[in-house]
């Protein structure tokens, strides 16, 4: 299937045109029946039947010709990939037939046809030349022509033909993609629910397939096009779906239904402005409007520079770099500019001259390679993840010189400013607390101004330090407790010559071995400390149980006593510690026995 829209003046004809083509009516209301005038979106279809496009649907969205409507024609062009000027043979080029064009040209659509209407009043000729003359200075540059009567039927199969030629010209858009659906009706039907009707411009619906309304999930109960129920609808096409989740005062015009986590969505965007007519990008004053699909959004507009311009939204809406953007002056009714979007994420503009310098970027952007974009964003956001550049519609096949942890690509220069950071941060832990010169993960994390946990680790080793125990440390402080080894040199001597003769607190105090340099004689594994302040070497439970091992099992506290040459307040510490470990076993209140296959070490 191919979606065509209508454009042109009022009571040109174009309804008339749809009609004579597909033997439907596009005017759905009684008030436009009465009034034989287009007010709201129609819709028709008709299959081209030939030799060279036998089969081939082509289905019209007919837009109203009114100035009033002229956010109504907006969207119903917004998603549609060609359009079908019209042109009345008896009246010509008339002032909505130019803000039509105005708005055909700020969306950059390329393909179409020029057919004039009523050729059955009037001599095509002059309004054809004029109009083709007036199509030729837009982005649809020169279309094929027609000249054709709804009434009479003159020049309808020349125009079907045209219309063959204008379809096989169109690029097939992607059906495996991000879907995201513009509605343009929503109703209710009973037994059904809620149905909404929209262009599906790419990417594939299936039925029971979940999609993202704002922050609401919703899910589709079935699907049809053209009138026909389908399990499966592929781009271009259009579509009714009938959704489950949502109620029809809840969905409406101007809202998108989009594949979940696939489109960012975005209230801020830098854009590169085309003024229409002969304004300049500053003449863009007062409150206007901006049409992205079928939503139009209030929005302010500060010019950066050039063509550059930022617009702030009232709403955030589902975009991406390359959208093209309508800005509709609603008090004149008219076009005010085109718009394409460059940065659906820019940054803050904070400095004196700051808008000036994105201005720079986002020119030099028009022109750059895919790596040097991706360059320049890396090297903005310092640290950002790849799915999330993916999202914003970035390209990332070819990281350059980024520094690549897993998903994140990193700056260089900024990856070496917290490397320096970490190792500076460990200095000041040194300094501070010489006991305990490591920092914990989360520390090392916030110090450096990381954006994630698992960024320590490859930003510590890349530093040249060493993370045990989950904390950051350089590697010649595992083993050096600065004020307090002279005292764990005197520890050491003293359980040297007897392993279970564990100094008193006293003992250790005079030696300067307090609770916070023994805390971080443990955390280095250099002793073990039990209950009651006993304070051994880490090989002393290993040594005892090669001793206890030899005794007769079970064996008693005073016999362990003797066997190690100690008194009750070591060895009974250090007997629970046994058990704790799963070495010993208690039998009853005086007994305890090796378990089997415990070799202590």
Excluded at 201 to 209: A, D, H, I, K, R
Excluded at 541 to 549: G, K, Q, V
Excluded at 563 to 568: H, V, Y
Aim: net charge positive.
């Amino acid at each position: 299937m191919h979606v065509i829209a209508t454009a042109g003046h009022v009571d040109h004809g174009k309804s008339t045109l749809v009609r004579a083509l597909t033997g439907m009516d596009p005017d759905r209301f009684a008030e436009e029946k009465r009034r034989g005038l287009t007010i709201d979106l129609g819709y028709a279809w008709t299959t081209l039947v030939g030799p060279e496009r036998a089969d081939e649907v082509v289905a019209f969205v007919d837009v109203p010709g009114h100035e009033r409507f002229i956010g109504t024609m907006l969207a119903g062009l917004g998603p549609s990939p060609a359009v079908m000027f019209v042109v009345a043979a008896d009246e010509g080029w008339r002032q909505q037939s130019a803000e039509h064009l105005a708005a055909v040209d700020a969306l950059g659509l390329t393909e179409g046809l020029l057919v004039v209407t009523r050729s059955d009043l009037a001599d095509p000729a002059s309004a054809m030349a004029e109009a083709a003359a007036e199509i030729a200075g837009s982005s649809l540059g020169k279309l094929p022509a027609v000249a054709v009567s709804g009434i009479t039927g003159a020049g309808l199969d020349q125009l079907r033909a045209e219309l063959a030629g204008l379809v096989g010209r169109l690029v097939a858009p992607p059906r495996d993609g991000r879907v995201r659906l513009w509605v343009d009706r929503s109703f209710t039907i009973r037994g059904a629910g809620t149905v909404i009707t929209a262009t599906l411009g790419s990417g594939t619906l299936q039925v029971g397939e979940g999609l993202q309304l704002g922050s609401r999930g919703v899910r589709i109960r079935s699907l049809q096009s053209l009138g026909e129920a389908h399990d499966q609808v592929a781009a271009t096409a259009r579509v009714a779906v009938n959704l489950r989740g949502v109620g029809v005062a809840d969905i409406g015009r101007g809202d998108a239904l989009i594949t979940p986590d696939a489109w960012p969505t975005s209230a801020v965007l830098d854009v590169a402005c085309r003024p229409a007519g002969d304004r300049q990008v500053d003449d863009l004053r007062g409150d206007l409007v901006v049409h992205l699909g079928t939503a139009a959004v209030p929005v302010r507009l500060r010019p950066l520079g050039g063509q550059m311009v930022r617009l702030t939204l009232a709403r955030p809406l589902p975009v991406a770099p390359g959208d093209r953007l309508v800005l509709r002056d609603p008090g004149r009714h008219a076009v005010a500019a085109g718009a394409r979007v460059l940065d659906v994420d820019p940054p803050e503009l904070r400095r004196r001259g700051a808008a000036r310098q994105r201005a720079a970027e986002l020119g030099r952007r028009e022109t750059a390679s895919d790596a040097e974009v991706l360059a320049e964003e890396v090297r903005r956001r310092g640290f950002v993840r790849r799915s999330q550049l993916r999202l914003l519609g970035l390209p990332v096949h070819d990281p350059g010189q980024s520094v690549i942890i897993d998903d994140w690509l990193v700056d260089p220069q900024t990856f070496s400013r917290c490397q320096r950071a970490l190792s500076a941060a460990l200095d000041e832990q040194t300094r501070t607390n010489p006991l305990d010169p490591r920092l914990s993960i989360e520390a090392a994390r916030r110090l450096t101004g990381l954006p994630d946990r698992g960024l320590v680790p490859p930003l510590a080793r890349a530093a040249g330090l060493m993370i045990s125990d989950g904390r950051v440390m350089r590697r010649r402080s595992v083993d050096d407790l600065g004020v307090a080894e002279t005292g764990l040199r005197q520890l050491s001597d003293r359980l040297a010559a007897n392993p279970y003769a564990a100094p008193e607190k006293a003992d250790l105090e005079a030696w300067g071995l307090g609770r916070r340099e023994l805390a971080a004689a443990e955390r280095a594994g250099r002793i073990i400390r039990l209950a009651g302040d006993v304070v051994l070497l880490p090989t002393a439970p290993a040594r005892a149980m090669r001793i206890l091992t030899r005794l007769d099992q079970p064996f008693t506290t005073s016999a362990a006593r003797q066997a190690l040459g100690s008194t009750r307040r070591v060895i009974i510490p250090l007997l629970e510690h046994l058990d704790q470990r799963g070495w010993t076993v208690r039998v009853d209140a005086g007994h305890r026995r090796v378990r089997g296959g415990a070799v202590g070490g």
